[in-house]
């Protein structure tokens, strides 16, 4: 029998020293945890390639669905395994059917200009707020942490006259402009940008710095990981938006695709879980392409002391 190597065999001792049972039942919660928090999306994902019967049968009972043809079962039965593989959801939701790709499209109208400008109007804000000091700013500023309080189902009235009396109820703008002006993003930058050194701006003032030109090349530069943050958590809060668009577009063609999703699982069950899964893809590939830049950025370590 072939011996294991040194190091191996160093590592494994070192580990059994190492390790406490106390390790072994955090490690197990951990998991446990996590399997948990993984489960509707791996439902999600298999449950999207059952056809239409096999759904009703396994999720009437939670839903409350009747029919007289399709027979549903007394329980709610969870399945990881399809009893038949169809793909057919995905063609009805990519192919056959344009609304998907209709509701798709009026996401991106909207997620995309709010997360810019957002971030955009957030920088300038917070380079005010950390660089300026006085009585009239920390007014301003209370109120922002005031508003970053409150839920923004409060918000939502004052939005809607607001946008009534310009005159843009029913268009996009009327979800886009309130949503460009949030608070969240200016106070975390405005909490990064007061950490920056004094140093590096007395520099850049004896260098001949303009102060846009150390907002641009100071500033911003620093809070690279933190502007990765807020890129991500605002384009997910805006990607799954429902209330805004729902009371401040009336015309069904222009809503996105999570009010659609939020009514199409009373209909089609089956395109409603293959939309449900072509939804997460876009929010999944930003969080994994900027996981560590979001865990840095939240931990404040885009600046350095």
Known sequence: MAQMPKTKQKRRQLWRFQTKPIDFFWMLCIGGLSILFLMPLVLTVCDS????????????????????????????????????????????????????????????????????????VALFAAYGFARYHG???????????????????????????????????????????????????????????KRIPKTYIEAARLDGAGEFQIFRYIAVPLCRNVIVSVLLLVFIDCWNMVEQPLLMLDDAQKQPLSVFLSQVSSGDLGVAFAAAVLYMIPSLLLFLYGEEDLVQGMAYAGVKE
Do not use: H
């Open 135 to 193: 009585r009239v700013k920390q007014i301003i500023f209370l109120i922002y942490l005031i508003l970053m309080l409150m839920p923004y189902q409060v918000t939502l009235v004052p939005n809607f006259v607001i946008s009534d009396a310009l005159g843009i109820v029913g268009s996009r703008w009327a979800v886009i402009l309130p949503g460009i002006f949030s608070t969240f993003p200016v106070y975390l930058f405005t909490k990064i940008m």
């Open 49 to 120: 390639f059952m056809n239409e019967t096999e759904i009703f049968y396994n999720y009437g009972a939670m839903l409350n669905l009747k029919s007289d043809t399709i027979y549903t079962a007394q329980s709610v039965s969870l399945k990881l395994i399809p009893d038949r593989v169809t793909i057919q959801q995905y063609v009805s939701t990519l192919i056959t059917s344009s609304e998907y790709l209709l509701k798709l499209w009026n996401s991106v109208i909207l997620a995309f200009p709010i997360t810019i400008f957002q971030l955009i």
